[in-house]
């Protein structure tokens, strides 16, 4: 079945930077797009980046600039690059593939950004 392991998560300081990975399995990686969502304690998750089966990218405008994301079809990951980061960066990050009549989430890392 489907599993998507996400690490790379933790606390930094404004300003800082993190890499968040999201390992996929059970599934033909490379035919799908693989996206990021996130969620602060309180608020609902909300779309981060997305990332095409060719490595097109889009952001949501709050990360635009700050965020890059990329993939290893070969290593079947795909990796959010976060620069810059903000108080309000910090949520729960979830790795999300969409497969035929299926959401697909991993379990989430935490990312603290906190002085």
């Known amino acids: 079945q489907v599993q998507l392991v996400e690490s790379g998560g933790g606390l930094v300081q404004p300003g800082g930077s993190l890499r968040l990975s999201c390992a996929a399995s059970?599934?033909?990686?490379?035919?799908?797009?693989v996206s990021w969502y996130r969620q602060a304690l309180g608020k609902e998750r909300a779309w981060v980046a997305s990332?095409?089966?060719?490595?097109?990218?889009s952001y949501a405008d709050s990360v635009k600039g700050r965020f890059a994301g990329s993939r290893d079809n070969a290593k079947k990951t795909v990796y959010l690059q976060m620069n810059s980061l903000k108080l309000e960066d910090t949520a729960v990050y979830y790795c999300?593939?969409?497969?035929?009549?299926?959401?697909?989430w991993g379990q989430g890392t935490q990312v603290t950004i906190s002085s």
């Open positions: 999300y593939v969409r497969t035929p009549g299926r959401n697909n």
């Open positions: 059970g599934f033909t990686f490379s035919a799908y797009a």
């Open positions: 990332i095409s089966t060719g490595g097109l990218t």
